[in-house]
């Protein structure tokens, strides 16, 4: 039973170029949240979606970040026109509902921009 | 501000010993409060959870005790393994909203 799946677990894009996250829950589960972790800092929420809804998007920067998770397929980070700080990685969790039950994490996306 | 606040930063053990976690909140309503372990380049792994009426919950050697009067949580270690080095995040979340608020975590190295 495979867990939480993220790729590519190291993207590299220079600045203004785009970056694509990926990330498939475990199996089974259909609420997925994003995360940000920047050098030396804890994690930063930044997005919850349900199959083909975004639930809250509180913690996502207002432009050039977006996120879907669609019907079918993985759920997408897309970072547009990227800057040296969106450098950072990028978690992605996931869980079966809402509420207590443990979030279970991928092993990140750690996107560099040069 | 941040409202889940951890100590110490950092902290050094040698193998074998005990050790103690802290983690004030001020998050409110407050739904539970995870322990997750984080290993250096990998994604955190819970270790436990509470609700609002639980006190104490073990797994294995980590036992995770909440004053939700006080807002306060602790993370005690026993005999402490090299393996247990990596960062330590407490975890609340609001409401059964799904989201949540991390403290920065505490990283502990554990010595031979």
């Known amino acids: 039973n495979a867990g939480v799946m993220q790729n590519p677990r190291h993207l590299v894009r220079r600045r203004g170029q785009e970056a694509r996250l990926r990330c498939s829950p475990m199996?089974?589960?259909?609420?997925v949240y994003w995360y940000r972790q920047l050098p030396e800092e804890g994690l930063k929420f930044m997005v919850y979606?349900?199959?083909?809804?975004?639930?809250?998007e509180s913690g996502m920067p207002k432009e050039r970040f977006s996120a879907e998770f669609p019907k079918e397929g993985p759920s997408i980070l897309r970072i547009q026109q990227v800057v040296r700080g969106d450098s950072a990685a990028y978690f992605c969790?996931?869980?079966?509902?809402?509420?207590?039950?443990?979030?279970?994490f991928g092993d990140g996306t750690r996107l560099s921009i040069l | 501000k941040n409202q889940v606040e951890q100590s110490p930063q950092s902290l050094i053990i040698l193998e074998g010993k005990n050790c103690t976690l802290q983690?004030?909140?001020?998050?409110?309503?407050?739904?539970?409060l995870r322990w997750y372990k984080q290993d250096t380049g990998r994604g955190p792994v819970s270790l436990t959870i509470?609700?609002?009426?639980?006190n104490t919950k073990s797994n294995g050697r980590y036992t995770a005790t909440l004053d939700a009067d006080t807002k306060q949580s602790s993370l005690h270690i026993t005999a402490s393994q090299l393996s247990d080095s990596a960062s330590y995040i407490c975890?609340?979340?609001?409401?059964?909203?799904?989201?949540?608020?991390f403290g920065d975590g505490t990283t502990l190295t554990v010595k031979p």
């Open positions: 969790a996931s869980s079966p509902r809402r509420g207590n039950q443990p979030q279970h």
């Open positions: 199996k089974g589960h259909s609420h």
């Open positions: 979606l349900q199959k083909e809804n975004i639930i809250d």
């Open positions: 983690c004030n909140y001020t998050v409110s309503p407050f739904s539970n």
């Open positions: 509470m609700t609002f009426s639980e």
């Open positions: 975890v609340v979340n609001v409401d059964n909203a799904g989201k949540s608020t």
